[in-house]
């Protein structure tokens, strides 16, 4: 059974190895609430994550940590499984998903993990260290549906209780569902008028569609940039501690993910992977009602890979209103580009990038078109170049 005891013992255990991450406030981020960052990002390892893998394994058998670990990832699990493995001289055999970023590949090897990639995703992963387990001997860590593991991310919120105690309520990202269930159990213990909402990724709505549904079920595919939480199906352990604990789950797009990662770095100086930033995201873009709250956004992780990161800034910036494209249709005259740069300069526009080409077959023989990328403020900024735009005469597409 998960007890209130479990996590002030998983607390204990913790205290030499973990960093006890800041809280932050946020007053930027989203309108109508008073938001704090709890920064897991910056743990050791760059998640959660070891708060779960070290108190599972410092529980072991003497017989157990001879015989070694095996655990499955989508990367930040494993550093932390790597990591305590490493501190209590254990072997850990790593099952990750071919498709993992580099990054989290290497860094599990660094902490001198056995690293085991298998085609698919996190689930097929899973099925393989539950092979391996039952070949080998080793004692599976499971990333998230253990009382043990659930008992050690529960440890953030005894932390929270002891950095912000008049928090109105706290924003959890949810894969497996085994931080949001060890977060809302320990905060409904101690703290009941704390409302716990969860996050989950459109593309990977595992715990959202069973906890509305009512039961347990299995997603056919997970598609999104938050890799972390690209899980199929949650616990049955989590599961039913979500049902009873956590007030309300909802989703937020990739987009919106990456607008999350870019305000984040902007505004906070703060580097975080899709699921770190989910929670942000779901204040951002107003998925929850938080007006006049004391509100907590857990940062979850920060290891994103650098390859999808320029990927997810360049998004955040559409997404943001802080670049966009522009295509519009000229006469085939001089002086029309002149006019065109002159509309935009004059209200503060940044042209990267230009494309003109002469008009296709089926349109005007004079016509032209001309493809713009601006660098912008924001949305309101767009609107009014293209207005100026259309009042000067311009057509755009």
Do not use: W
């Given at each position: 059974?998960?007890t209130i005891d479990n996590v002030y013992r998983a607390n204990y255990a913790l205290k030499n190895v973990i960093r006890k991450t800041d809280i932050i406030r946020a007053p930027k981020l989203a309108e109508?609430?008073?938001?704090?960052?709890?920064?897991?990002?910056?743990?050791?390892?760059?998640?959660?994550?070891?708060?779960?893998?070290?108190?599972?394994?410092?529980?072991?058998?003497?017989?157990?940590?001879?015989?070694?670990?095996?655990?499955?990832?989508?990367?930040?699990?494993?550093?932390?499984?790597?990591?305590?493995?490493?501190?209590?001289?254990?072997?850990?055999?790593?099952?990750?998903?071919?498709?993992?970023?580099?990054?989290?590949?290497?860094?599990?090897?660094?902490?001198?993990?056995?690293?085991?990639?298998?085609?698919?995703?996190?689930?097929?992963?899973?099925?393989?260290?539950?092979?391996?387990?039952?070949?080998?001997?080793?004692?599976?860590?499971?990333?998230?549906?253990?009382?043990?593991?659930?008992?050690?991310?529960?440890?953030?919120?005894?932390?929270?209780?002891?950095?912000?105690?008049?928090?109105?309520?706290?924003?959890?990202?949810?894969?497996?569902?085994?931080?949001?269930?060890?977060?809302?159990?320990?905060?409904?213990?101690?703290?009941?008028?704390?409302?716990?909402?969860?996050?989950?990724?459109?593309?990977?709505?595992s715990m959202y569609k069973s906890i509305k549904d009512g039961q347990i079920e299995t997603l056919p595919s997970v598609s999104t940039i938050a890799d972390g939480i690209a899980v199929k199906k949650p616990?049955?352990?989590?599961?039913?501690?979500?049902?009873?604990?956590?007030?309300?789950?909802?989703?937020?797009?990739?987009?919106?993910?990456?607008?999350?990662?870019?305000?984040?770095?902007?505004?906070?100086?703060?580097?975080?992977?899709?699921?770190?930033?989910?929670?942000?995201?779901?204040?951002?873009?107003?998925?929850?009602?938080?007006?006049?709250?004391?509100?907590?956004?857990?940062?979850?992780?920060?290891?994103?890979?650098?390859?999808?990161?320029?990927?997810?800034?360049?998004?955040?910036?559409?997404?943001?209103?802080?670049t966009a494209q522009l295509m519009i249709e000229l006469a085939d005259k001089p002086g029309q580009l002149k006019n065109v740069s002159r509309i935009i300069a004059d209200l503060g526009g940044n042209v990267?990038?230009?494309?003109?080409?002469?008009?296709?077959?089926?349109?005007?023989?004079?016509?032209?078109?001309?493809?713009?990328?601006?660098?912008?403020?924001?949305?309101?900024?767009?609107?009014?170049?293209?207005?100026?735009?259309?009042?000067?005469?311009?057509?755009?597409?």
């Open positions: 059974m998960l109508g609430t008073d938001l704090y960052l709890k920064t897991e990002n910056l743990q050791i390892t760059g998640s959660f994550k070891v708060r779960g893998a070290y108190y599972k394994m410092s529980n072991l058998s003497e017989a157990e940590k001879a015989k070694g670990v095996v655990a499955c990832s989508a990367g930040n699990h494993a550093q932390g499984v790597a990591l305590a493995a490493q501190k209590n001289g254990i072997k850990a055999v790593i099952c990750l998903p071919d498709g993992a970023p580099i990054s989290k590949i290497e860094a599990t090897k660094s902490y001198g993990a056995e690293v085991c990639l298998v085609e698919g995703v996190y689930d097929d992963a899973y099925n393989k260290a539950l092979e391996l387990r039952d070949n080998e001997g080793y004692t599976f860590i499971h990333p998230f549906n253990d009382e043990d593991v659930i008992a050690g991310q529960g440890t953030i919120a005894l932390e929270l209780i002891e950095q912000l105690p008049d928090m109105d309520a706290v924003i959890v990202p949810i894969g497996g569902g085994g931080l949001i269930s060890g977060i809302a159990y320990t905060l409904k213990t101690l703290k009941p008028n704390v409302k716990v909402y969860g996050v989950q990724a459109f593309g990977a709505p616990g049955d352990l989590t599961y039913e501690i979500c049902k009873k604990y956590v007030d309300e789950i909802v989703t937020v797009t990739d987009d919106e993910i990456s607008a999350a990662i870019l305000a984040l770095m902007e505004k906070h100086k703060l580097v975080t992977e899709g699921a770190g930033a989910i929670a942000v995201a779901a204040a951002m873009f107003g998925k929850l009602d938080l007006v006049g709250k004391k509100t907590v956004c857990l940062l979850s992780g920060g290891n994103i890979d650098v390859t999808i990161l320029s990927r997810v800034i360049k998004r955040g910036l559409l997404m943001s209103g802080r990267i990038s230009v494309h003109h080409e002469r008009a296709n077959e089926g349109s005007d023989v004079t016509g032209c078109y001309l493809r713009i990328m601006l660098e912008t403020r924001n949305y309101d900024h767009i609107n009014e170049i293209k207005k100026a735009l259309t009042d000067f005469g311009f057509k755009l597409l």
